[in-house]
């Protein structure tokens, strides 16, 4: 199976920046798109971004402007970047991965790879 692993996460003040980075150790990625996932305590997970393999994007609105994502074949990453973080970005942020996501993609694809999730914490 595609193995995709999270990093990047941590503890941030409220308006600071963190970047996140998915990497698929065992295969390449860029015939899929990645996206970005969130779940906070207490909620459902919901779509934050995703990239498709020619580089179209989606972000939701609520975090629009403030996200980030861009992909590196030559590293077999994809990274989203975080700025102007919010208390309400506070969750477990999981990538994914989608066979179908070529040409483009959204948070409402078939992803059927995961990461194990990393912990973001936004409180002053």
């Known amino acids: 199976q595609l193995q995709l692993v999270e990093s990047g996460g941590g503890l941030v003040q409220p308006g600071g920046s963190l970047r996140l980075s998915c990497v698929c150790v065992r295969y390449a990625l860029d015939s899929y798109a990645i996206g970005w996932f969130r779940q906070a305590p207490g909620k459902e997970r919901e779509a934050v971004s995703c990239i498709s393999s020619t580089e179209s994007t989606y972000y939701a609105d609520s975090v629009k402007g403030r996200f980030t994502i861009s992909r590196d074949n030559a590293k077999n990453t994809v990274d989203l970047q975080m700025n102007s973080l919010k208390p309400e970005d506070t969750a477990v942020y999981y990538c994914?991965?989608?066979?179908?996501?070529?040409?483009?993609?959204?948070?409402?694809?078939?992803?059927?790879?995961w990461g194990q999730g990393t912990q973001v914490t936004v409180s002053s």
């Open positions: 994914a991965a989608d066979i179908a996501g070529y040409y483009s993609c959204s948070g409402y694809g078939r992803y059927d790879y």
